[in-house]
């Protein structure tokens, strides 16, 4: 009967858990600018209640006791993240968790103003405030599990992962990576000029395609909605699906690659087990798997020669455009361009994993004392110029571009890169055992795929660890080898 009491108890946590982030969602899309300390003290409220909950002492009891009843794999396997849980939460004082909820929402509203006035400085004593709090969270996580500080706070995302492992994988990436985007930038300048098309593009046109896009993707709209916001993401639950991109104007690509990043991101939700729905075994298994699935289909899927023959004349269509920039193969050539930009979220999948590694080495810093905040923009800047080549003029476009250290989320930003490798390896694994996906993605049809990665991914919930569901899917842990191959394949022998 404990583990009985155990998964009732957890459905009403994971209910919670939802509210809370639709209140997130809801921060960032629609809610009118004189109601955010409401909803921030709310959102307070809810965590502290939630946490509370969480942190229930008849939940150790429950869980020794359920331990000697006879359960099934997948009952163990979430008696096993219920313990896990349990632990984190129950390290950390219920009055941090209200503190750091109170400064990650002041954080929050004072980068939606200081990020496109390019004003770091007022920033600044909000970030500085949350990184004081992430670090009393970090030291508590750690003498609970043994793990080292940053490591306690990357397994809150990557269960299992170090930064041991992170050093080795990232290592390998700096070994080819920069050379490897030069060669390929090179490559790119012999072809000649890239022939674009021109703006400006309606913004409501954009929203219709990006619409159809999710569609032909499969999402189901009587499961979640597409909405506006500063930063793209995917948020809600399994059974309402919240994403967000955003537009502009002058280029309709940014808008559509995020609409269907996002949706990768929603159809793992979507497809996660029915039967363990509210409990944590029946969650997506981390956030690298997580982002492994908004690339398989942004990255690996969508910007294929198959997909542009499908979507290109689709833009023709809607635009009602003509003229040599609106062909299929230099839509192609756009879709691949690889270039030294500022922005993450825009950067091609070739210099993607190079933003990210700038983020774990000044995250790293930040969090040990290595690094003060008001150092970061000047570090920034010498770590942009390092790793991809190019220095931003402004703030906006330098260390203020992302809200995750404003949210409290150190330890995430790795998640990014294994998540681009753990698509390579997926999408090779699902196209040799389907070799009609490409063609079927090349008529808007992408059954085949999801059909293979929700057995072989989103079904899975929480079973396996982030590497053991790797070699259940592909026969292998994850290996780096596999996107050097796909980005040598895509950039230069096409």
């Known amino acids: 009967m404990s583990y009985q ?40 409220t809810l965590k502290s209640i939630c946490h509370g909950l969480k942190t229930k ?17 997948w009952d163990k396997a979430n008696l096993r993240e219920i313990e896990r849980e349990y632990n ?61 500080q940053y490591d306690a706070l990357l397994d809150l995302y990557e269960p299992g992962y170090s930064s041991a492992q992170l050093d080795t994988v990232f290592a390998e990436l700096e070994s080819f990576l920069p050379n490897l985007v030069g060669e390929i930038i090179e490559h790119q300048e012999r072809m000649g000029p890239i022939v674009k098309p021109s703006g400006p593009f ?54 559509i690659m995020g609409v269907i990043h996002e949706t990768g991101h929603a159809l793992y939700e979507r497809g996660l087990p029915n039967s363990f729905r ?37 833009l023709r269509a809607a635009f009602g455009a003509t003229g040599p920039g609106w062909s299929t193969g230099e839509m192609l050539r756009s879709y691949l361009e690889v270039r030294r930009g500022l922005i993450r979220v825009d950067a091609d999948e070739a210099t993607y994993p190079l933003h990210v590694i700038l983020r774990y080495r000044l995250e790293k810093a930040l969090l040990s004392g290595d690094l003060a905040l008001a150092d970061l923009p000047s570090a920034w800047n010498d770590g942009m110029r390092e790793l991809v080549g190019i220095v931003p003029e402004t703030d906006t476009n330098g260390c203020m571009q992302d809200i995750h250290w404003h949210m409290g989320s150190v330890g995430y930003f790795p998640t990014y890169t294994l998540g681009a490798l753990n698509a390579a390896q997926l999408f090779e694994q699902a196209v040799t055992d389907i070799p009609s996906i490409p063609d079927e993605i090349g ?42 191959r796909h980005i040598k394949r895509r950039y230069l022998e096409q």
């Not at 600018?33 to 409401?38: E, F, H, I, N, R």
């Not at 002492?57 to 794999?73: F, N, Q, R, T, V």
């Not at 009587?222 to 930063?231: F, I, K, Q, T, Y």
Request: net charge negative; glycine share 6%; hydrophobic share 40%.
């Open 443 to 484: 008529q808007g049809n992408f059954s085949g795929l999801v059909t293979w990665v929700r057995e072989s991914v989103h079904q899975k919930g929480s079973l396996l660890s982030p590497n053991d569901l790797m070699v259940s899917a592909t026969g292998r842990p994850l290996d780096p080898s596999v996107f050097k």
């Open 202 to 255: 309606d913004i409501e046109i954009q929203k219709q395609l990006g619409r159809d896009l999710m569609d032909a993707l499969g999402f189901n709209f009587d499961h979640g909605r597409l909405d506006v916001s500063a930063h793209p993401f995917c948020g809600g639950s399994p059974d309402d699906v919240r994403i967000t991109t955003r537009y502009t104007a002058d280029d309709f690509m940014q808008s």
């Open 88 to 148: 984190q939460a129950n390290a950390l004082p219920t009055d941090l968790v209200a503190a750091m909820s109170d400064a990650i929402s002041a954080c929050e509203i004072a980068w939606l103003k200081a990020r496109p006035a390019n004003d770091f400085q007022s920033l600044c004593p909000y970030l500085e405030r949350v990184f004081e709090l992430v670090r009393e969270q970090a030291h508590v996580l750690s003498d609970r599990s043994g793990l080292t």
């Open 278 to 314: 509210g409990q944590p075994v029946g969650r997506a298994r981390s956030m690298g798997i997580h982002e492994s699935q908004s690339l398989l289909m942004e990255m690996q899927a969508c910007r294929s020669p198959e997909f542009v023959s499908y979507l290109a004349p689709r």
């Open 5 to 44: 009491q155990l998964t009732s108890h957890y459905r009403t946590i994971s209910h919670l858990d939802n509210v809370l982030g639709l209140l997130h969602w809801d921060m960032a899309t629609m809610m009118p600018k004189g109601s955010a300390q409401a909803r921030s003290a709310e959102a307070t």
């Open 57 to 73: 002492p008849d939940i150790e009891d429950w869980i020794d006791a359920a331990k000697g009843e006879s359960l099934g794999d």
